[in-house]
Nanobody, 115 residues
Framework: QVQLVESGGGLVQPGGSLNLSCAAS????????MGWYCQAPGQQRELVAF???????NYADSVKGRFTISRDNTKNTVYLQMNSLKPEDTAVYYC?????????WGQGTQVTVSA
C-alpha cells in the first residue's frame, strides 16, 4: 500500500522560508515522478513543481527562483524548499507520486504566509 506523508508546513511571515518533506513507502520510489501541488481555498489544485526519476525538474512560473524541489532516493523522500514566501503562496500543499497510469497523493500540509 502506497503512503505519502507530508510534513513541514506551518505559519510563516512574508519573506520567510519553509522546507516541506514527503516520505514515501510501499512503492519503488526511484521509478516515480515526484511532485508538489497546492490548493488554495476555492481554487483548483495546481502544480508547484515536479522532478522525474531521471532528474528533470519543472516549476510553475509563480515559484521559479523561490522554490526548489529535490529528492533523496536513499530515504524515499522528496523535498520542497520554499523561500521568499508570499501571502499568495498560502495553500494546502500535497505530495504526488506518479508511475505510468498510477498516481498517489498525500494528505496535505497547510502553509500559511501571513504577517
Amino acid at each position: 500500500q502506497v503512503q505519502l506523508v507530508e510534513s513541514g508546513g506551518g505559519l510563516v511571515q512574508p519573506g520567510g522560508s519553509l522546507n516541506l518533506s514527503c516520505a514515501a513507502s510501499g512503492m519503488i520510489f526511484r521509478f516515480h515522478v515526484m511532485g508538489w501541488y497546492c490548493q488554495a481555498p476555492g481554487q483548483q489544485r495546481e502544480l508547484v513543481a515536479f522532478m522525474s526519476s531521471g532528474g528533470t525538474i519543472n516549476y510553475a512560473d509563480s515559484v521559479k527562483g523561490r522554490f526548489t524541489i529535490s529528492r533523496d532516493n536513499t530515504k524515499n523522500t522528496v523535498y520542497l524548499q520554499m523561500n521568499s514566501l508570499k501571502p499568495e503562496d498560502t495553500a494546502v500543499y500535497y505530495c504526488n507520486a506518479q508511475f505510468g497510469a498510477n498516481a498517489y497523493w498525500g494528505q496535505g500540509t497547510q502553509v500559511t504566509v501571513s504577517a
